[in-house]
Structure formats: structure tokens, C-alpha cells
């Protein structure tokens, strides 16, 4: 029993779920950040993917740690990666239609849907 | 049974919803069509009912042929509608569907070429359906909806010269005026069904159940309460009826077209307040031994005198046939005032509603004459008529006929009913008598007086010269008069009572000889002033000097309303409530919306239209609420 918790905790040599899970928060934050703050639809584009790679990690990590030997987690994150790409093609299909519209991809050009 | 209200109904939906496609003749030709089958119907099935099937064992059967629940509230709490069978709702299905009949033919010549044909008739069969729902009516509170109903019929109808200032005035204070007392009927209708718990007619009018009632009331003031809901109820009557001192509107209502005046200002929805009193007539007697009783006999009686003393003085025709008016349905109240219950008791109340009978034939006849001599002369004046006897025969024996019947000149109708009226009050109160004696000598007066005036006088020249109305109208005037002259023949005792049996009455010779006395009597002053053009009249005018012209102007009760109404009630009661709902509660309706205006306009900038604001916020509330619920499962 106690064997098998210490191999749960530590399955990649020397690096722990929690090193791994802070470091995809960092990039879902990064993410976060970079949606609510660029000023161009291609940057908010690619904080989104940031957002959703941070989560196929997630998904990895997590299976890999807690339920080793099943693939559901594995699964997820390839939809995941299968998602984003369907959803980059459709935003990059609406950014350009914006810009044949009114030549320009930045978000302050888009605010005409207001009080 | 039930078409009987359903057919004008549906006729007045036909014309009333395709008012513009229907063209002039043809929506009179419905209307007609309608009436006639209406008509039909209704006198079948009352004189089956007196006949035939209503007499079993002696006795009247009350029958309700139909009643379904309206509202549910609960279940002693209902609203039915239904009809309702007994000697008076089959009265009323004679009298009204046979006015209103006559009225729809007359008027298909009188209203001829008049705009708003279509509409004419589409609220004449609205009329005609309120009424028949009223007087067939099961319950109290489904007689105060058609009353509602005739209401506004009558108020359309008035009001059906739009384009005259005076008509619309008019529609405007008979609404208000019966509106007003409406609100004690409805006020008077309310207290009764909470004390007696139910509206409808068969119970409340049961002795046992009135004897309960009686016990177990609460007083207020000094009366029981119930005697209080009576009194108010019948002040809804008093409005609809044109009683001392809710009359105002009647004589006003005269600007409506003359067939209107005939149905309903004379005949049909003017009596609506004396079928109430005779609908609810032993509550009225038994309750408190009938006090409530006395305020209708007494309130009758100074009508009557009243609007007889003003109908002498009176030059428009249509205002002295409005004034009889009054002052005969203040006969009827008298008469229902001093009647009692039982067997011959109760020839107060027989007398009434055969009064009711022949005063709605005689009346109509003489509106509708009267709308024939405006017709030809175009004016409703007196001094522009004169010498009309040559020119209109078949109204002016009409007329004739008319007038005895309401003089009281035997054989004709009024003189049965008003015998009748005087002996029931010479039995109970010497006062009354008197006074409805004297009203008889002044009735004969002023009717010739009209009828003087109006045919013989002199020969004035006419500008164009007065030809005689179309058939259309003339055979209504002659079945009117043939009922005028006739129907008082008709054993009405042995149909309507009290109690529900038949009695049988005789001619009080010595009383009956007295009051025409009195009426031949006024018919020969009549003669005496006005038979040839003279200043007799004139000269007695002057003679009476203030008291003429206090009569005159209808003893300045419409001034006084008016002084009421501007500079008591508007001034010291309706203006502190405009100050109070201008700025108290629009002041707190406006500040509402202000505010919700200034508040929005402060954080409107947060519909920034920036959809990174917008995903801010979400995830920026998002994360607090995480917080607070992660903060709650860990305590």
C-alpha cells in the first residue's frame, strides 16, 4: 500500500504532479492574461490555444499520475487538440472576413456592439 | 328558449363587427328579421306559459330553464346566468320584444338617410339583448351585468348624434348619473348576498329564508343592515328610473333619435329600476316590516308630482313626454310602495306591473308620434307646430288614442292600470292617494295641452308643408295604438301577483269615477287654453310669476347639481386629490424613473461592447464565487 502511493507520486524521475500542474496553471493564467489584455484577434487567438494546450496537459498529467494504465484522460486531449483546431480555422475564417470588412484585426475596431 | 337573448346578440356581432360592408337598407332589414323571430318566440312561450304550463295547482311556477355557472369561486361563492321563468320575466318578454320590434320597424323610415344606419341598428340589438337579460335574469348579480349593459347601450344610443356637442353632454351625464347609482346598487347588492350568502333570486325571495334573515341581521344606524342594502339597491333602481333626485339625466337623454327615446328613455330600460324593486318585492316588504318599502312609496310619490308639475310647463315635446315619463314610473314606485302580500294585499303590486304593461304601449306610441311630427315639421318646439291635424291623420289618432290612455279615460289601457295604482293606495295611504289623484288631473292636462298644441291651435304656414310619415312607421304607431286602446282589457291579476296565485279584482266604481272626473277635468282646461291660439296661457304664466319660472326651469335641480359638483365636490374634495395624485404619486413614479435613468446612465459604460471586458468580468466573478464557495465547504 505504501509502495504503491510512492510510485503514484513519482512516475517521471524526480519531477512531481504539483511541478507539473503549476506549470500548466502558469500557462492557463499566461493564457488568461493574454486574452484579456492583447489588443490584436491573432494574439487573443493564441492565448486561447495556450488555454486549451495548458488543459490537454492537465488531462495527460493527471491520467498519467492517478489512473495509470487507462487512456481516458489521453483521449480527452486529443479531441482537445482536434477541438482547437476546428475552432482556429473558424476564428481565423471570421478574422478575415473581418478584415476584407474593415481592414483591420485590432479589438478596438470591434467595439460597435455597445450601450 | 335561450335564443331568445342570443339572436339580437348574434345580430348585433353581425352588424357590429361588418358595419362597413353592411349597407343602409339591408342592416335594417336584419335587425327586423331578427326582432320579428325574437318576437315570435317570446310571445309564444309567455302566453304558453300563462295559458298552458306556467298554472299548476293554482299557482305560477317559477322555472328555470337554463343555468350554467359562470364563475367559480367557490362553492358557495358562484356567478350563474341563466333564465328565469315566472309571471314578471314573461311580462317583460311582451313588453320589451314588442317595443323594440315596432322601434326596429319604425325606424327603418325614420332613420332613413340619417349617417350611421349600420351602427343604429347594431346598438339597438345590443339594447334589445341586455334587456331580455335583464329581465330574465336568476340571479341579482347577473341583472346588475345586463344593467351595466344597458347602460352603455343607452349611453351609445344618446349619444348617437356624435358630431352634436349636446349629445354627447347628454350620454355623458345620463352615464355618469346612473353610473353613480349604480355604485349603491352595487354597494346594496354586495352587503345582501354577504348576509343572505347567495344572489340568487329563488332563495332570496323565499319567505322562510327572508323570516331568517330577519332575525339574525346586524343594525347600523338604527335599521338592519339588510334594510340598508335594500335602500341602496334601490337607489340603483331610483338612477335607472329616473327617480327624485337621480332624474337629471332623463330629460338630457331626449337628444338621442326619437325611436331611441321610445325604447328605451320611455318604455323598456326606465322601468328596470321598478321590475327591481318588484323582483326583489318580499325582501322589500318583509324586511323590517317594510321599511325600505316606504322610501320607494314615498320616493314615487313626490316623482311623480314633481315631474308632473314641470312636464306642465315644458315646450319641447320631447321633454314633456320625458317628464310623464318620470312622472308615471313614479306612479308604478308608488304603487309598489303601498302594496302588500297576498291575495288582494297585493294590488299595489299587480297594478304596477300592469301599469308597467300599458305605459310602455301608450309611451312608445307617443314617442313614436312624436318622432313622426318631428319628422314633418323638423323641430321639437311647440310653437313651430300648430294646426297638424290635417296634415298627419293617421299619427294625429294616434296620438289622440295615446293621450286618453294616459289620461285615464276608460276604455282605454291607462285608465284600467291607474285605477288599479289608486285604489291599492287609497287602501294604504290617504297621502299618496292624493297626491297620485291630483297627478291624474295634471297628467290629462298637460297630454292635451301637447296634443292641442301640437294639431289644432292655428294654421301656421310651414315652409315645406308637412306630409305624413311612411308606411314603415305608421303601422307601428297603429299596432301601438290598437294595444293602447285595448290591452287594459286584459285580466292581469289573473297572470301577475304577489304570491304567485291569480285573484280577480273589480273596478273601484266610486274611485275609479273620481279620478276620471279629475281627468276630464284637466282635458277641458286643456280645451279651455289651447283648442284655438289665445294668451290665456300666458296670462296664467304671468299670474303664477316665480313659481312659473322656478317650474320652468325644472326647479333649477340640474343648477344645483352643478353647483354640488363644481364648487363643493371639485373644488374642495377633487382638487386636494389631483394636488395629492399630481405630485405625491406621479412625484413618486417619476422619481422611479428618473433614477433608473441616472443610475443607468452612470454604469452604462460597462456594456463596453469589448468582448475582453465582458470575458474579464465573467471569469474575474467567476473566480470570486470559487472563492466564496471553496471559503464555505472548508468551514
Known amino acids: ?115 | 328558449m335561450i335564443l331568445i337573448p342570443l339572436i339580437p346578440l348574434a345580430v348585433f356581432l353581425l352588424l357590429g363587427i361588418f358595419f362597413r360592408r353592411i349597407k343602409e337598407p339591408v342592416s335594417g332589414y336584419i335587425g327586423v328579421a331578427g326582432l320579428t323571430i325574437v318576437s315570435l318566440i317570446s310571445f309564444y312561450i309567455a302566453i304558453s306559459y300563462f295559458l298552458d304550463f306556467g298554472l299548476v295547482n293554482g299557482e305560477y311556477q317559477k322555472i328555470i330553464v337554463f343555468r350554467s355557472t359562470w364563475i367559480h369561486f367557490t362553492d358557495n361563492l358562484k356567478i350563474e346566468m341563466g333564465i328565469l321563468l315566472d309571471p314578471l320575466s314573461a311580462v317583460m318578454l311582451i313588453v320589451v320584444p314588442l317595443i323594440s320590434w315596432m322601434v326596429h320597424i319604425y325606424s327603418l323610415g325614420y332613420m332613413k338617410g340619417e349617417g350611421g344606419f349600420t351602427r343604429f341598428y347594431a346598438f339597438l340589438s345590443l339594447f334589445t339583448f341586455s334587456m331580455l337579460g335583464l329581465v330574465l335574469s336568476v340571479n341579482i348579480f347577473q341583472i346588475y351585468i345586463f344593467w351595466e349593459l344597458v347602460g352603455v347601450s343607452s349611453y351609445s344610443l344618446i349619444g348617437f348624434y356624435y358630431k352634436k356637442k349636446s349629445a354627447v353632454l347628454a350620454a355623458k351625464k345620463a352615464f355618469i348619473v346612473t353610473r353613480f347609482a349604480d355604485l349603491g346598487f352595487l354597494i346594496g347588492l354586495l352587503i345582501l348576498s354577504y348576509f343572505a350568502g347567495t344572489f340568487d333570486f329563488l332563495t332570496l325571495t323565499n319567505l322562510d329564508f327572508i323570516q331568517t334573515l330577519n332575525g339574525q341581521a346586524v343594525t347600523f344606524m338604527g335599521l338592519s343592515v339588510i334594510t340598508w342594502a335594500l335602500i341602496l339597491i334601490f337607489m340603483g333602481g331610483a338612477g335607472k328610473s329616473a327617480m327624485f333626485p337621480l332624474h337629471i339625466w332623463l330629460p338630457d337623454a331626449m337628444e338621442g333619435p326619437t325611436p331611441v327615446s321610445a325604447l328605451i328613455h320611455a318604455a323598456t330600460m326606465v322601468v328596470a329600476g321598478v321590475f327591481l324593486v318588484a323582483r326583489l318585492f318580499p325582501m322589500f316588504y318583509f324586511i323590517e316590516d317594510g321599511i325600505a318599502l316606504e322610501v320607494v312609496a314615498y320616493v314615487g310619490a313626490f316623482t311623480t308630482l314633481f315631474a308632473a308639475v314641470i312636464a306642465l310647463t315644458q315646450y319641447d315635446i320631447k321633454r314633456v313626454l320625458a317628464f310623464s315619463t318620470m312622472s308615471q314610473i313614479g306612479y308604478m314606485m308608488l304603487a309598489l310602495g303601498v302594496s302588500g302580500y297576498g291575495e288582494h294585499e297585493g294590488l299595489g303590486y299587480m297594478a304596477s306591473m300592469f301599469h308597467l304593461f300599458t305605459h310602455a304601449m301608450f309611451k312608445a306610441l307617443l314617442f313614436l308620434g312624436a318622432g313622426a311630427i318631428i319628422h314633418a315639421v323638423h323641430s321639437n318646439f311647440m310653437q313651430d307646430m300648430g294646426g297638424l291635424r290635417k296634415h298627419l291623420p293617421v299619427t294625429h289618432i294616434t296620438f289622440l288614442v295615446a293621450a286618453l290612455a294616459i289620461s285615464g279615460i276608460p276604455p282605454f289601457a291607462g285608465f284600467f292600470s291607474k285605477d288599479e295604482i289608486l285604489a291599492a293606495a287609497f287602501e294604504h295611504n290617504k297621502l299618496i292617494w292624493f297626491t297620485g289623484f291630483i297627478v291624474a288631473g295634471m297628467t290629462a292636462f298637460y297630454m292635451f295641452r301637447l296634443y292641442f298644441r301640437i294639431f289644432w291651435w292655428n294654421d301656421p304656414e310651414y315652409k315645406h308643408k308637412p306630409h305624413e310619415a311612411p308606411k314603415t312607421m305608421t303601422v307601428p304607431l297603429m299596432i301601438l295604438a290598437f294595444m293602447a286602446a285595448f290591452s287594459g282589457f286584459i285580466p292581469f291579476s289573473d297572470f301577475v301577483s304577489t304570491d304567485y296565485s291569480p285573484f280577480h279584482t273589480h273596478i273601484e266604481w266610486g274611485l275609479a269615477g273620481a279620478s276620471v272626473g279629475i281627468g276630464v277635468l284637466g282635458i277641458l282646461l286643456a280645451v279651455l287654453f289651447y283648442k284655438k291660439e289665445n294668451d290665456l296661457s300666458d296670462r296664467f304664466a304671468r299670474a303664477f310669476g316665480i313659481f312659473y319660472k322656478w317650474t320652468f326651469n325644472k326647479f333649477y335641480i340640474d343648477e344645483l347639481y352643478f353647483f354640488i359638483t363644481k364648487k363643493i365636490i371639485f373644488k374642495n374634495i377633487s382638487a386636494p386629490f389631483a394636488w395629492f395624485d399630481r405630485h405625491i404619486v406621479d412625484g413618486t413614479m417619476n422619481g422611479i424613473g428618473n433614477s433608473t435613468v441616472w443610475i443607468s446612465e452612470k454604469i452604462k459604460g460597462l456594456q463596453s461592447g469589448r468582448v475582453q471586458d465582458y470575458a474579464m468580468y465573467f471569469v474575474s466573478g467567476a473566480t470570486v464565487i470559487s472563492m466564496i464557495l471553496w471559503f464555505l465547504l472548508n468551514n
Open chain 1, 1 to 115: 500500500m505504501q509502495k504503491q502511493k510512492k510510485n503514484r507520486c513519482i512516475m517521471i524521475n524526480g519531477v512531481s504532479i504539483y511541478e507539473i500542474l503549476t506549470l500548466t496553471s502558469i500557462m492557463f493564467f499566461i493564457g488568461v492574461y493574454g486574452f484579456f489584455t492583447r489588443k490584436n484577434l491573432i494574439a487573443m487567438l493564441v492565448s486561447v490555444e495556450l488555454i486549451l494546450n495548458s488543459a490537454a496537459v492537465n488531462f495527460v498529467i493527471i491520467n498519467k499520475y492517478m489512473f495509470p494504465g487507462k487512456l481516458g484522460g489521453d483521449i480527452f486531449s486529443i479531441f482537445i487538440i482536434a477541438v482547437a483546431a476546428a475552432e482556429t480555422a473558424l476564428a481565423l475564417a471570421i478574422i478575415i472576413n473581418l478584415y476584407r470588412l474593415i481592414m483591420s484585426v485590432k479589438t478596438k475596431d470591434l467595439e460597435t456592439m455597445k450601450y
